[in-house]
T-cell receptor, first 113, second 112 residues
Framework: KQEVTQIPAALSVPEGENLVLNCSFT??????LQWFRQDPGKGLTSLLL?????REQTSGRLNASLDKSSGRSTLYIAASQPGDSATYLC????????????FGKGTTLSVSS | SQTIHQWPATLVQPVGSPLSLECTVE??????LYWYRQAAGRGLQLLFY??????ISSEVPQNLSASRPQDRQFILSSKKLLLSDSGFYLC???????????FGPGTRLTVL
């Protein structure tokens, strides 16, 4: 059974710092991995999607990497800003046949000015 | 552009009462539709998904049910709510040929 773990559960950093959020999954046979952002009491916003054949994806100050063989992904946020404060969720799609996502519990990020 | 709506935004219901949450998608056809629940201290859990009208797959046993009466409408229901049904319910959609899922604003359900 696929399980997704995110460490740390919470992170506080000062503005301007570069930071890394971690995601690990137990079964390396994934179809893709997606990072989401969730603001308090809101829905999820897709940030980056990495296909199983890819190593990384970039969007602005965000860079996500994928090491499928070791069951790990990282989300790198450069020059963090207070507006980056949110919960970041990692989710894997186990296979091509199914479309369901399996989520981690998230990392809650707080960036202070 | 595509948009996804959920209502109501918040709901407080007594134990044993019925439930109906609605999700609609605009600007796309034949989307895959999903219902997730986010309970306190737990990750997002997939409840149901649908690849077409009348086609519903259940991921976990529970006292909830889902229906898709129209192409872009997805309904989550219960005949009798339990305390454990409290949580944040999220609807999501994706185009069949793509991989990215897009989420609605969610419904906060409190069962007392």
């Amino acid at each position: 059974k696929q399980e997704v773990t995110q460490i740390p559960a919470a992170l506080s950093v000062p503005e301007g710092e570069n930071l890394v959020l971690n995601c690990s999954f137990t079964d390396s046979a994934i179809y893709n991995l997606q990072w989401f952002r969730q603001d308090p009491g809101k829905g999820l916003t897709s940030l980056l999607l990495i296909q199983s054949s890819q190593r990384e994806q970039t969007s602005g100050r965000l860079n996500a990497s994928l090491d499928k063989s070791s069951g790990r992904s990282t989300l790198y946020i450069a020059a963090s800003q207070p507006g980056d404060s949110a919960t970041y969720l990692c989710a894997v799609r186990p296979g091509q046949a199914g479309t369901a996502l399996i989520f981690g519990k998230g990392t809650t990020l707080s960036v202070s000015s | 552009s595509q948009t996804i709506h959920q209502w109501p935004a918040t709901l407080v219901q007594p134990v044993g009462s019925p439930l109906s949450l609605e999700c609609t998608v605009e600007g796309t056809s034949n989307p895959n539709l999903y219902w997730y629940r986010q309970a306190a201290g737990r990750g997002l859990q997939l409840l149901f998904y649908s690849v077409g009208i009348g086609q519903i797959s259940s991921e976990v046993p529970q006292n909830l049910s889902a229906s898709r009466p129209q192409d872009r409408q997805f309904i989550l229901s219960s005949k009798k709510l339990l305390l454990s049904d409290s949580g944040f319910y999220l609807c999501a959609w994706k185009a069949g040929a793509t991989d990215t899922q897009y989420f609605g604003p969610g419904t906060r359900l409190t069962v007392l």
